[in-house]
């Protein structure tokens, strides 16, 4: 007999209604422990993608989910993780994760098929409206050619071998835009893919976006080859093109994952589950940079660093510990001044935190502080009621005078931009504390 779906909120917790539903939670936090089932929308993993589990037991019994959302079948009874703040602000924070500057109408409106294939399908088919606004994805091709005549840009040492050999040619190489390409591919089973589990009926996706996908099944085909992932990363984007590099590592992302993109029926196990924490510090990236310009915000895990924790005595050019915050903020003159690291947890008192923060996100930042010399630093954690003794004695001190603030950002977007300005004004000032009246 199959049980009915157990339904749960992100970061929320879950007492078992009996020994059966906890034995199943435990066989099942065991699983997802070693199976990966979570589709990354911008193609990497966090750094932190170890430390948190999609199930945990506390202390007390009951039973915490992590920072994921989604759905997943197990021994024939579904799990549903439903966002805390609500599907229409993840949907916001999902577009921005994918630099989409329109968000679609009814992005979140309930609808058939799976939960989490809606939500992807939306944002991924705005996604490839916005990024084909001039045009398929044609990429520059340079094909080898030999005739008597030459079409092209004359290959000249490949002429001087065909006369050594006597041929009558010459040998040409001929440029072309070519729309048969990894990207075209991967856009094309993405919708494959997405079809197979919502239907053809999908009435939220933008009319240009219909156009594309029938113009390149023109061309690839309906089910092409699958493109490699180096494939993908190894296209050359011109500027017209560049809105379809992150169209293209999410097509792939949800063409590999076929079949697994809703929750299963039977004994089998599948389902997909987001990772919000992705889409959390993505989310205030993007607010960091409207808020204080985009010259001045740094995302750290996404670019080179130059801080480390330990660097050789015997090999100045020898470092450990590359430190690489979410975000690394500069003033007006370009000096550095800030790190913030993004947080998708709560933020409260418990057993095994009794000041609200994880021993290891302290060590971290405080790491972070020294590795880059800023006088701010932060942990921002998304808007939630708890207790938590480190946000309400705050601002707190280093032991070299640098402010440390734990923070609840809020989960709308004007208001979370409004947030940073005031972070802004505040590490502009030298004196972090007397600039907002507080003081040492």
Same mark, same amino acid.
């Given at each position: 007999?199959?049980?009915?779906?157990?339904?749960?909120?992100?970061?929320?917790?879950?007492?078992?209604?009996?020994?059966?539903?906890?034995?199943?939670?435990?066989?099942?936090?065991?699983?997802?422990?070693?199976?990966?089932?979570?589709?990354?929308?911008?193609?990497?993993?966090?750094?932190?993608?170890?430390?948190?589990?999609?199930?945990?037991?506390?202390?007390?019994?009951?039973?915490?989910?992590?920072?994921?959302?989604?759905?997943?079948?197990?021994?024939?009874?579904?799990?549903?993780?439903?966002?805390?703040?609500?599907?229409?602000?993840?949907?916001?924070?999902?577009?921005?994760?994918?630099?989409?500057?329109?968000?679609?109408?009814?992005?979140?409106?309930?609808?058939?098929?799976?939960?989490?294939?809606?939500?992807?399908? %939306?944002?991924?088919?705005?996604?490839?409206?916005?990024?084909?606004?001039?045009?398929?994805?044609?990429?520059? %091709? *340079?094909?080898?050619?030999?005739?008597?005549?030459? %079409?092209? %840009?004359?290959?000249?040492?490949?002429?001087?071998?065909?006369?050594?050999?006597?041929?009558?040619?010459?040998?040409?190489?001929?440029?072309?835009?070519?729309?048969?390409?990894?990207?075209?591919?991967?856009?094309?089973?993405?919708?494959?893919?997405?079809?197979?589990?919502?239907?053809?009926?999908?009435?939220?996706?933008?009319?240009?976006?219909?156009?594309?996908?029938?113009?390149?099944?023109?061309?690839?085909?309906?089910?092409?080859?699958?493109?490699?992932?180096?494939?993908?990363?190894?296209?050359?984007?011109?500027?017209?093109?560049?809105?379809?590099?992150?169209?293209?590592?999410?097509?792939?992302?949800?063409?590999?994952?076929?079949?697994?993109?809703?929750?299963?029926?039977?004994?089998?196990?599948?389902?997909?589950?987001?990772?919000?924490?992705?889409?959390?510090?993505?989310?205030?990236?993007?607010?960091?940079?409207?808020?204080?310009?985009?010259?001045?915000? *740094?995302?750290?895990?996404?670019?080179?660093?130059?801080?480390?924790?330990?660097?050789?005595?015997?090999?100045?050019?020898?470092?450990?510990?590359?430190?690489?915050?979410?975000?690394?903020?500069?003033?007006?003159?370009?000096?550095?001044?800030?790190?913030?690291?993004?947080?998708?947890?709560?933020?409260?008192?418990?057993?095994?935190?009794?000041?609200?923060?994880?021993?290891?996100?302290?060590?971290?930042?405080?790491?972070?502080?020294?590795?880059?010399?800023?006088?701010?630093?932060?942990?921002?954690?998304?808007?939630?009621?708890?207790?938590?003794?480190?946000?309400?004695?705050?601002?707190?001190?280093?032991?070299?005078?640098?402010?440390?603030?734990?923070?609840?950002?809020?989960?709308?977007?004007?208001?979370?931009?409004?947030?940073?300005?005031?972070?802004?004004?505040?590490?502009?000032?030298?004196?972090?504390?007397?600039?907002?009246?507080?003081?040492?």
């Amino acid at each position: 007999m199959t049980l009915p779906a157990l339904s749960l909120e992100d970061l929320s917790p879950h007492q078992p209604a009996d020994p059966e539903e906890d034995a199943w939670l435990t066989r099942l936090a065991a699983y997802l422990a070693d199976h990966d089932h979570t589709l990354r929308l911008t193609g990497r993993r966090r750094e932190d993608d170890e430390d948190d589990a999609a199930l945990t037991r506390a202390a007390d019994g009951r039973w915490w989910t992590g920072r994921f959302i989604g759905e997943v079948n197990f021994e024939d009874r579904e799990l549903q993780i439903a966002p805390r703040l609500g599907i229409d602000v993840v949907g916001v924070w999902l577009a921005r994760a994918l630099n989409l500057a329109v968000i679609p109408k009814a992005a979140t409106r309930a609808g058939e098929g799976p939960l989490i294939a809606q939500l992807v399908d %939306r944002m991924w088919s705005a996604g490839v409206a916005e990024a084909g606004r001039h045009g398929p994805p044609r990429f520059r %091709r *340079v094909d080898a050619r030999e005739d008597r005549y030459i %079409r092209g %840009r004359l290959d000249v040492p490949g002429t001087i071998r065909l006369r050594a050999a006597r041929a009558p040619k010459a040998a040409f190489r001929v440029e072309r835009r070519n729309i048969e390409n990894p990207v075209s591919r991967a856009i094309v089973l993405a919708d494959r893919t997405l079809t197979s589990l919502l239907g053809q009926e999908k009435p939220w996706r933008p009319e240009l976006a219909g156009e594309l996908l029938a113009q390149l099944r023109a061309t690839v085909g309906a089910n092409p080859p699958m493109p490699t992932a180096r494939e993908v990363r190894q296209v050359r984007y011109a500027p017209i093109t560049r809105a379809f590099e992150p169209v293209a590592r999410l097509s792939l992302e949800i063409a590999q994952r076929r079949g697994t993109l809703t929750s299963g029926s039977g004994d089998d196990t599948s389902g997909v589950l987001i990772d919000v924490a992705e889409l959390w510090e993505l989310f205030l990236l993007y607010c960091a940079r409207r808020a204080l310009g985009e010259g001045r915000v *740094v995302h750290g895990t996404g670019a080179s660093s130059n801080a480390f924790l330990l660097t050789s005595s015997a090999d100045t050019a020898a470092r450990m510990g590359r430190l690489k915050p979410d975000l690394l903020i500069s003033d007006a003159q370009g000096r550095k001044c800030a790190v913030i690291d993004a947080k998708y947890k709560r933020l409260r008192n418990s057993r095994e935190r009794p000041n609200g923060v994880d021993r290891g996100d302290l060590y971290q930042l405080t790491a972070y502080l020294a590795g880059h010399d800023v006088s701010y630093g932060a942990l921002a954690y998304p808007p939630a009621d708890d207790s938590a003794r480190a946000a309400d004695l705050g601002p707190w001190k280093t032991s070299s005078g640098q402010r440390v603030e734990f923070l609840r950002l809020p989960a709308e977007e004007a208001h979370c931009i409004a947030e940073f300005r005031a972070i802004g004004a505040v590490v502009e000032s030298r004196d972090v504390y007397s600039a907002i009246g507080i003081s040492e």
